[in-house]
């Protein structure tokens, strides 16, 4: 196409005035130049329509992968609350992050509903929900349960959260029993309302572990106890405890191990 500039290179076409016009392939009088020009502009603009709707979609789809997190969520909502976007991160992380999943292997197989894998939809429910310094949980209501959404979770307080699964009672024995120290008896710890309590002397480990599971009992309702005088409180929190103390009574006088209470 010698001659031709660039824009008509461009565009297909080269446009004569008063004779006619030259496409790549034909030539076009003056008695149809008109009609095939505006046919020409059409399909160029089309052609550019095409072009933009493109640019717009991988621009889209570029910011929405520099929005997600951990390659699941979608911050949609990037001026939001800092403390809510902080718990929305934490949750995320917890269920799609392998780093984490290797040093703590019990959110292997947590997942969020897909509601809340936008920001703006969990913070819509944490804003009617959240209670300053309490703490998301997701399986207080719904034993054993592992997914995160507005039918499963609730903000509880730090003692309650801590109340069915601390960090006093982690041992190689039965839930809640240790060895003592230079001796072939047993002791058992457990938390209550923020202080261990120790007792020592017992035979064998299961009747350590039964003991354990008395003193547990005490603990959940001195936790419930507490708990009912809080501004927020939720009587579906306080029968879900009350569901595991009858669980631990029941242990007691058979004589079984619980292994799990969340």
């Known amino acids: 196409k010698s001659g031709w500039s660039v824009v008509e290179c461009k565009l297909g076409y ?48 570029l910011e929405r992968i520099n929005n997600m997190y951990c390659g699941v969520g979608i911050n949609d909502a990037p001026d939001i609350e800092k403390h809510i976007k902080r718990r929305w991160c934490t949750m ?36 009617e929900s959240y209670v300053k310094n309490w703490h998301l949980d997701k399986d207080i209501l719904h034993v054993g349960n592992k997914c995160y959404g507005p039918q499963y979770c609730v903000f509880i307080p730090a003692y309650i959260n801590s109340l069915l699964w601390d960090s006093t009672t982690k041992t190689i024995y039965m839930h809640g029993v240790f060895k003592e120290n230079e001796s072939e008896r047993y002791k058992v710890k457990v938390g209550r309302l923020g202080d261990v309590l120790t007792f020592s002397g017992f035979p064998d480990e299961l009747s350590a572990h039964l003991r354990w599971q008395e003193e547990k009992v005490i603990s959940i309702l001195c936790a419930i106890d507490k708990y009912k005088t809080e501004p927020k409180w939720r009587q579906d929190v306080v029968e879900a405890l009350l569901l595991r103390v009858e669980y631990l009574k029941s242990a007691r006088r058979e004589g079984v191990v619980v292994d799990y209470l969340m």
């Open 14 to 61: 080269r446009n004569f005035e008063g004779t006619g016009i030259q496409t790549q392939t034909h030539w076009f009088p003056s008695s149809s130049a008109k009609v095939e020009y505006e046919r020409l502009i059409r399909k160029h603009e089309k052609r550019l329509s095409k072009e933009r709707r493109q640019l717009e979609y991988e621009a889209l789809k």
């Open 92 to 127: 995320i992380h917890r269920c799609y992050n392998g780093k984490f999943h290797q040093k703590y292997p019990t959110y292997k197989d947590c997942s969020v509903v897909e509601e809340w894998r936008y920001l703006s939809k969990f913070a819509d429910w944490c804003r």
